[in-house]
């Protein structure tokens, strides 16, 4: 059976040098996707030294490390706080540990003022596209209208529809009319019910590609 590997706490020389690293690269306000290849490079200068006993050392135990100490000593400064009047020896790496955790506690507070303002950006660019959306769609709409109105007024213009149909209900005359509108849109808008009631429409096809209005008697 293997005997398990007793874990080995940091000595305090370890941590100091840790934090002596830390403060040199402050991997922590590196790019995002650059920051664990900070905290790898902190980690290979650290193994690479002949005074710190630790090769098995990577980025992640060595950020793991570094939050460690930053949380233990956050902790610390409160509890110091409560107890006033109480001295203590500040060591180089409570100085370290006091400049990191300033620098710490600001990138992060930086960090959310992002975030935030990125949220609030993209809801204005969504809220903008979708004011852009409703105008084009708005602005389509009415283009289609007049052009919907152009067309019936060139048509009844050219052939003089209105007055073909009215001819041709007071002599009750059939007729016949070959457009491309269908046999009863333009008739319905021009003729009214009473055309609709006299008239008997049908479809046709244009051999010219014109708009041809023919009446023929019974």
Not at 22 to 32: I, N, Y
């Amino acid at each position: 059976m293997t005997t398990p590997v007793k874990r080995r706490n940091y000595t305090d020389e370890e941590d100091l040098m840790l934090l002596r690293q830390v403060s040199l690269e402050l991997p922590f306000l590196a790019r995002r996707g650059l920051i664990m290849d900070k905290w790898t490079a902190v980690a290979r200068a650290l193994v690479a030294s002949d005074e710190f006993t630790r090769t098995d050392l990577d980025a992640k135990k060595t950020n793991n490390r570094f939050n460690a100490l930053i949380d233990s000593h956050r902790k610390h400064n409160k509890d110091s706080e409560r107890a006033s009047g109480v001295s203590e020896e500040v060591s180089e790496k409570v100085l370290l540990l006091d400049d990191l955790l300033a620098v710490f506690d600001d990138a992060k507070d930086e960090e959310a003022k992002r975030v935030v303002s990125t949220q609030k950006a993209n809801q204005h660019i969504e809220n903008l596209g979708s004011i852009v959306r409703d105008e084009a769609m708005m602005s389509l709409g009415k283009r289609k209208q007049a052009c919907d109105a152009e067309v019936v007024a060139e048509f009844a213009d050219t052939h003089d529809i209105k007055a073909v149909i009215e001819h041709s209900v007071s002599l009750r005359h059939v007729v016949k009319v070959e457009t491309y509108f269908g046999d009863q849109w333009p008739f319905d808008v021009l003729c009214g019910q009473q055309g609709k009631d006299e008239l008997a429409l049908t479809q046709g096809h244009s051999q010219r590609q014109k708009h041809d209005a023919v009446c023929l008697c019974d």
